[in-house]
């Protein structure tokens, strides 16, 4: 097999006032006959997927029969979200995986690709200098 290329993707931080390049990638979310893009970012210091809880909506999935769970967030907070079994497709790839994920509201950001998808089951390069990271199916 062969390493899948992708670029760094930009975006302007306030906080730096320039534009920050991270790693991030397109993933479709299925749920039955019910699917959806979601951009995420590749993320080494989260343990599962997290994903914006507005596009558990698109999959058809009722919040009110999922289980709940509190995660932990980078500021030591805790934040309330739930679980639910869908399949996860990476851009560039076949294969879905089938996984619990945790939708969780008020993401910045469409999704989060942990630990226990991303990184068990793909192997991760990235170039942070030349704005570049490479995936590689196990």
């Known amino acids: 097999m062969t390493w899948k290329d992708y670029d760094y993707s930009g ?9 920050v390049y991270r790693p991030m990638i397109g993933v479709r979310l299925e749920n039955g006959k019910n699917f959806t893009n979601c951009f995420s970012l590749i993320d080494s210091g989260t ?3 997290l994903i914006n809880a507005d596009f558990a909506q698109i999959l058809g999935i009722d919040e009110s029969k999922c289980p709940k769970i509190k995660v932990g967030t980078a500021d030591k907070s805790t934040a309330q979200g739930f679980k ?22 008020n993401m910045m950001t469409g999704g989060l690709l942990g630990q ?23």
């Open 47 to 49: 343990d599962s997927t």
């Open 116 to 138: 226990k998808d991303i990184f068990e089951n793909f192997k991760i390069r990235f170039e942070k200098k030349r704005h570049k990271f490479y995936l590689l199916e196990e």
């Open 84 to 105: 639910a079994k869908i399949t996860l497709k990476v851009d560039g790839f076949d294969r879905g995986l089938e996984t619990e994920v945790i939708f969780l509201k």
């Open 11 to 19: 975006e302007f931080s306030l906080l730096f006032q320039g534009v």
